[in-house]
C-alpha cells in the first residue's frame, strides 16, 4: 500500500478518533460492570447514553455520516470519554479547525537569540524541536548526548526507523507513544500536506507508529524524566522541562538536567568533557553548526 493510499483513508478524523478513544474507555471506567465483550472498550449505545444523545445519532458520528455536532455535544463526548483536556480540545479543532495564516513557512528556524541560549548552557543539554518534531537547533551537550541521531533532523522519523533509538531509550515504548502524541497535539489542521505525508510515509513503513498514530493520543510534552543509555558514558537518567517558544508558534525548548550529586550529573560532566574534546579536534576544520539545517 502506498502512503498516498493510506493518507487518503483518513477523510473523517472525527469517527477515527471517536472510535479509538471508545475502544479505550473500560467500562468499569464508568462503575459498569465489564461482562463478556467481543471487542474491547464502550458499546456505541453505552457512549450514547453517557453523553445524552441518541444511539442513531451516535452510530453516524461514528460512520462519519454526521460531522457537525454542536459544542454541548462534544463535551458530553470528551466526558463519556474520559478526555483530557488537550484530548478534548483537539476534539473540539476537528469539528472547528482553528484559524490559520494564507502561507506557513516551508522550513522552521530556530531564531538567533534561541540559538545563542542553547550555546550558553554549557553544563545542560538543549534542544528546540518545531511543529513537526524536526530538530531546529541544539547544544554541544545536547549533540554530544543525541550522537546516536547523526545528521537526521526529523526525531519522529528517528524514533521510528533508526533502530539506535530503541538502545537509546530504555523505556523506547513510552517514550515513542509520547511522541506520537505531541505529533498529533501540535497539529490539529486536518488538510496539513507535510503532516500527512509525514503520517503516511512512517505508517507505511513502521507498524509501531501506525500502531500508536491509530490510538488518538493528544498530549503535548511538558516535564517528566528519561531513562538513557548511551554508548559512551552508560545509563543515566535525566529530568526534563519542555518550554513553548512564544516568539515562533509551534516550536518548544527542552532542557534536561541531572539531579545534583547523582551518578547521571558525573555522567553528563564526562559527556562535556568528551565532547568538548572532539571540538578541539575538529576546530581546525570549521564551526561545529548548532542550528540543524
Same mark, same amino acid.
Given at each position: %500500500?502506498?502512503?498516498?493510499?493510506?493518507?487518503?483513508? !483518513?477523510?473523517?478524523?472525527?469517527?477515527?478518533?471517536?472510535?479509538?478513544?471508545?475502544?479505550?474507555?473500560?467500562?468499569?471506567?464508568?462503575?459498569?460492570?465489564?461482562?463478556?465483550?467481543?471487542?474491547?472498550?464502550?458499546?456505541?449505545?453505552?457512549?450514547?447514553?453517557?453523553?445524552?444523545?441518541?444511539?442513531?445519532?451516535?452510530?453516524?458520528?461514528?460512520?462519519?455520516?454526521?460531522?457537525?455536532?454542536?459544542?454541548?455535544?462534544?463535551?458530553? $463526548?470528551?466526558?463519556?470519554?474520559?478526555? +483530557? &483536556?488537550? +484530548?478534548?480540545?483537539?476534539?473540539?479543532? %476537528?469539528? !472547528?479547525?482553528?484559524?490559520?495564516?494564507?502561507?506557513?513557512?516551508?522550513?522552521?528556524?530556530?531564531?538567533?537569540?534561541?540559538?545563542?541560549?542553547?550555546?550558553?548552557?554549557?553544563?545542560?543539554?538543549?534542544?528546540?524541536?518545531?511543529?513537526? $518534531?524536526?530538530?531546529?537547533?541544539?547544544?554541544?551537550?545536547?549533540?554530544?548526548?543525541?550522537?546516536?541521531?547523526?545528521? +537526521?533532523?526529523?526525531?519522529?522519523?528517528?524514533?521510528?526507523?533508526?533502530?539506535?533509538?530503541?538502545?537509546?531509550?530504555?523505556?523506547?515504548?513510552?517514550?515513542?507513544?509520547?511522541?506520537?502524541?505531541?505529533?498529533?497535539?501540535?497539529?490539529?489542521?486536518? !488538510? &496539513?500536506?507535510?503532516?500527512?505525508?509525514?503520517?503516511? +510515509?512512517?505508517?507505511?513503513?513502521?507498524?509501531?507508529?501506525?500502531?500508536?498514530?491509530?490510538?488518538?493520543?493528544?498530549?503535548?510534552?511538558?516535564?517528566?524524566?528519561?531513562?538513557?543509555?548511551?554508548? $559512551?558514558?552508560?545509563? $543515566?537518567?535525566?529530568?526534563?522541562?519542555?518550554?513553548?517558544?512564544?516568539?515562533a508558534p509551534g516550536q518548544h525548548l527542552v532542557v534536561y538536567r541531572a539531579e545534583p550529586g547523582s551518578a547521571a550529573e558525573q555522567s553528563l560532566?564526562?559527556?562535556?568533557?568528551?565532547?568538548?574534546? &572532539?571540538?578541539?579536534?575538529?576546530? !581546525?576544520?570549521?564551526?561545529?553548526?548548532?542550528?540543524?539545517?
Open positions: %500500500m502506498s502512503a498516498r493510499t493510506l493518507v487518503g483513508m !483518513d477523510n473523517n478524523r472525527l469517527s477515527e478518533f471517536l472510535r479509538a478513544r471508545r475502544a479505550l474507555v473500560r467500562p468499569e471506567d464508568h462503575g459498569m460492570p465489564a461482562g463478556a465483550r467481543r471487542t474491547p472498550g464502550l458499546r456505541r449505545e453505552e457512549v450514547a447514553v453517557l453523553a445524552g444523545v441518541r444511539t442513531d445519532y451516535y452510530v453516524r458520528l461514528e460512520q462519519g455520516r454526521e460531522r457537525n455536532p454542536s459544542s454541548q455535544v462534544l463535551r458530553a $463526548l470528551a466526558a463519556a470519554l474520559l478526555l +483530557e &483536556d488537550e +484530548e478534548a480540545a483537539y476534539l473540539r479543532a %476537528m469539528v !472547528d479547525p482553528p484559524q490559520r495564516p494564507r502561507t506557513r513557512p516551508v522550513r522552521e528556524h530556530a531564531g538567533p537569540q534561541l540559538v545563542s541560549l542553547l550555546d550558553a548552557w554549557a553544563d545542560t543539554p538543549a534542544l528546540v524541536y518545531g511543529r513537526y $518534531l524536526d530538530l531546529l537547533a541544539v547544544n554541544s551537550l545536547g549533540e554530544a548526548l543525541f550522537s546516536w541521531l547523526g545528521s +537526521e533532523t526529523s526525531l519522529i522519523t528517528a524514533m521510528f526507523l533508526n533502530p539506535a533509538a530503541q538502545g537509546f531509550y530504555r523505556d523506547w515504548a513510552v517514550v515513542a507513544q509520547g511522541c506520537v502524541a505531541a505529533l498529533r497535539a501540535a497539529n490539529p489542521a486536518p !488538510d &496539513d500536506q507535510r503532516l500527512q505525508e509525514l503520517v503516511g +510515509e512512517l505508517s507505511v513503513c513502521s507498524p509501531e507508529f501506525a500502531r500508536m498514530w491509530a490510538r488518538h493520543d493528544v498530549r503535548a510534552k511538558t516535564a517528566s524524566a528519561k531513562r538513557f543509555r548511551h554508548p $559512551l558514558v552508560g545509563d $543515566l537518567t535525566l529530568d526534563f522541562e519542555t518550554f513553548s517558544v512564544n516568539s560532566a564526562l559527556l562535556g568533557s568528551l565532547a568538548l574534546t &572532539d571540538f578541539h579536534d575538529v576546530q !581546525d576544520e570549521g564551526h561545529i553548526p548548532h542550528e540543524r539545517p
